[in-house]
């Protein structure tokens, strides 16, 4: 591990915004995996990553939340006491692999109630346009 706390497998960020994982430490400089590929930068033009909410989350999630993670008198593990914790670690993992594959995932998800009066505009307005293509199709 270095002065500035990167070491290996840390996600890192250059001094030019690029993401990446350390690879491997040689002295003054890292090897970094980049999505284009790998390349040797010096340790002073990196910094050690924030990550995301979601991964924040799910790195909570993967710590134990037990100081000591033996089992209880019921023979069950001691790290799921809390069930709104388990919930919610629950639901990062879903949203961790569901944005993985589709990064427009939450607008499926999306809890919309229009009002009726806003229901018959957009009816009406599609109306409309399926009024203009009939016209264009005769006069075409």
Known sequence: MTASGIKTTSRVRTTDGRMGVVVALGGE??????PEGEEWINLTDLVPARLNPIDELFEHCS??????????????????????EFGLC?????????????????????????????????????????????????VA
């Open 29 to 34: 400089v890292a090897e970094v995996m980049f």
């Open 63 to 84: 710590t134990s939340f037990v100081e000591n993670d033996e089992r209880s008198d019921d023979g069950h593990s001691g790290r799921w006491n809390n069930a709104s």
């Open 90 to 138: 629950q639901q990062a993992n879903f949203l961790r692999h569901v944005l993985r594959f589709d990064p427009l995932a939450g607008l499926t998800n999306a809890r919309i109630e229009p009002k009726p009066h806003q229901v018959s505009i957009v009816r009406s307005i599609i109306q409309k346009r399926q009024d203009a293509r009939r016209v264009q199709r005769f």
